[in-house]
């Protein structure tokens, strides 16, 4: 099969992913798409406007004498240009989403409906507080919800993503110790972490100290209980953690971290896996980052918008952020700091994220508590049946069972010249969002799959069946299917190093043409 984007002999003989080079550039209903700077001329624009009249500018010498620069373009095919770039694009409304450790579950619509409710999106932080009364509710009784599913006695809703509350919890843990004299020098993290976590413990001026794991894919408790002394501050542990393996000895973590006088950050963005079951409160944990667009559903990726609530225990509950909700005289308030608070102050200008406060809330109340456990249930059990069907043909880096993710590693394509990155983009030809790759970095060549809850056994069984086709792919030697893979895809293998690193964000005009 001629793989390279034109047929060898004849059209006909193409086979199915065969791809033809056409006229336009355009492959069937899949179009090709150039910038709008090259595709609108001055000339064109979306509006008639009158003729301006004759008038004497009062702009003086501040009035503009070149070209605005603008791409002119006409109203239909400024919305074809971004439909078109919409169509390039993958998405969980699209299809399977199995990036491990990023919960890409399905997004009701509902969540939407209420977040656009006029009452939650004409406010402004600085309106009069009773002029907002319901949209501190809703603040509080998200709290709420919270604290109940964490066994947790205080919340700060202010963080604005995961890592932003993995700063509020280490900054309330350097309050605390600076408060008991010494906010000592050292956080320790679990080789498996996720990079925010080292990243934030140097952020907060802490020296990064890593964790061996077990050969079971766990922190290794001994290895934990010998870095415990009189320096360390915190321990950050991912639970369930970024293996997708529930941290059994996570008890006697807390008590060994407590022991030594530090405290115990959770890092729970994985909470979809314990949610309604585990209340992290019970496990000793001190504080825990809750990502509401993860475990409680809000579009993400791309960049878009997270909220990351933090839990606190009794001990660190007074150097909590401010302002916080408060119900006072009949009425809900926001607290600021006064002066004996021990808090160490605000995290952000305002209180958060109010849209996805709205769509958490409107997650919880239509699963209700016993919905939210089953969530969990479900994740977990969707997780278990992809790595059930395919452990036989793939590695599975542990045994298991796993919670909301499974781990699969390299060591199924040791005998072929398949790398993980070949794998996962074959998987785009199929037509699914790759597994995320490369992470966690304690097993080579890592693929970790997080199906969710929101897919169906129907849809599981045909991302099962498409894995399954490309192991015995690659496993019986069709290189070429991977080796430049994705073919498919509107663009292809792009050196997304250099895209991170040299970004090319001016559009500069082609030099004018000699021959016109
Ligand atoms: C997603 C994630 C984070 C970071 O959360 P953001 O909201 O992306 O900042 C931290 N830790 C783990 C384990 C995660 O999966």
Known sequence: MNRQGRPTTSGAEQGPTGVVETVSGHQGLALEEPLLYERGSPEMTGVDLPEVPAVTSRLGQMGREGDIG???LSEPDTLRHYTRLSRQNYAIDMGVYPLGSCTMKHNPRLNEKMARLPGFTDIHPLQPEETVQGALGLMD???????????MPGVALSPKAGAHGELCGLMAIRAALEAKGNARKVVLVPESAHG????TAALCGYQVQSIAATSEGRVDLAALKEALNEDVAAV?????????????DIINIAEAVHAAGAYFYCDGANFNAIVGKVRPGDLGVDCMHINLHKTFSTPHGGGGPGSGPVVFSEALVPYMPRPLVEWRDGG?????????SQSFGRLTAFHGQMGMFVRAMSYMLSHGADGLMQVAEDAVLAANYVMASLSDVMTASYAGP???????????????NVTTLDFAKAMIDEGFHPMTMYFPLVVHGAMLIEPTETESKKN?????????????????????????????????????TAAARKP?????????????
């Open 70 to 72: 603008l791409a002119g």
């Open 141 to 151: 009784m998200l709290g709420h919800w919270l604290k109940t599913l964490t066994g």
């Open 504 to 516: 090319i964000l001016r559009w500069s005009p082609p030099p004018a043409s000699t021959t016109n």
């Open 236 to 248: 950050m542990l991912t639970n369930p953690n970024t293996c997708g393996l529930f941290e059994r």
């Open 196 to 199: 925010t976590n080292p990243a």
């Open 402 to 416: 796993c919670m909301h993710e499974c781990l699969f590693d390299d060591r199924f394509l040791k005998d072929s």
């Open 460 to 496: 599981l069984d045909e991302f099962i069946t498409s894995l399954r086709g490309l192991v015995a792919a690659a496993t019986q030697g069709d290189n070429d299917r991977f080796s430049a893979a994705p073919y498919l895809a509107p663009r292809r293998r792009l050196d997304e």
């Open 332 to 340: 809900f308030t926001m607290e600021e700091t006064d002066e004996d």
